[in-house]
């Protein structure tokens, strides 16, 4: 019954990628702690660089310094 | 001063949907806990169905195979 | 696939009490959107009232001041 | 270490207003608790006024009462 | 930067399990998007199974039902 | 309405310093987007330091080698 939650910066992952990372979360459950895959719920959350920041500034204006 | 947080994919649900989620949410909250409806706040996040994942495969796949 | 997540105050709510938050949510769930309750998820928070706050306030404080 | 994240309705906040609530978060974990900047996370969900509740009804709906 | 939360029922999880999900999440999101694991965040969540319900009832209950 | 969560390390952060991180966040939001600070809630979710990671390892693991 595990619920889990990835939050990226929207910038271009793939159909693919977010597929990858919703199979390897639930298959961590799994190994770490046997829980059951079918009622694993994982959702990914892809957020604008411009409402994600880190030491205080946007990722937006990190991108920008090269960051 | 609850605060309840709904997630769904996005799949459609209309304002008149979402508005009876908020209703029926705060409604809960008062008659079980007898909690303020004023200060009770419900959030409704649609996720796309690319970005939600059960039993380790995304909604996209799931409605492909007629899950 | 619903999630539903119900954050409250730390303030005695009973088993029983949050039993039947569960049942409800997950069942305005089926009712409003036709969601399949077997893979509807509710978790529910209990803060503490130090950790909780609106307007300003720890409810902490406003339970001392009789609001 | 701390990560911050602040749900406000979708209501024209604008990049340069987001990034000061970014810079204000951070600051505050600072100036509060003593955090290193460079690992404390912000992010900013905006959330539509049809998805958002208070006291039962979509903000939405209380816009349109002068609310 | 990203940023995981794993949410599990409180069922006897040992440091070295957690530390297994933290490592194994960060790597994910290594390998999937090229992250840097230096600031990808994971955040793990216990909740009592009282608090926690599936299909409308409490894992408690289900426990108690051999479910 | 806005809602924030701040999640820090459970390491001793007192009542008074929890006041001031709501305090300090309700601010905020009144200052850079003129919210309303009667219906501004503020949480903080204080994690275990065995549920926390960054650069693939737990805080505890950190804390032993003096990051």
């Known amino acids: ?3 889990v939650n ?3 910066t929207r ?3 793939t159909a693919e990628q977010k597929a990858r990372l919703i199979q390897g ?3 961590l459950l799994v190994d770490v702690l046997g ?3 079918q ?3 994982v959702t990914i959350d892809e957020v604008d660089t411009d409402n994600w920041g880190i030491g205080g500034e946007t990722i937006t204006a990190r991108r ?3 960051k």
Request: charged content about 20%.
């Open 25 to 27: 979360a639930t298959q």
């Open 39 to 41: 009622t694993t719920v």
């Open 11 to 13: 910038e271009g992952a």
């Open 6 to 8: 990835i939050r990226i």
């Open 64 to 66: 920008k310094q090269g």
């Open 35 to 37: 829980k059951n895959p």
């Open 1 to 3: 019954m595990p619920y």
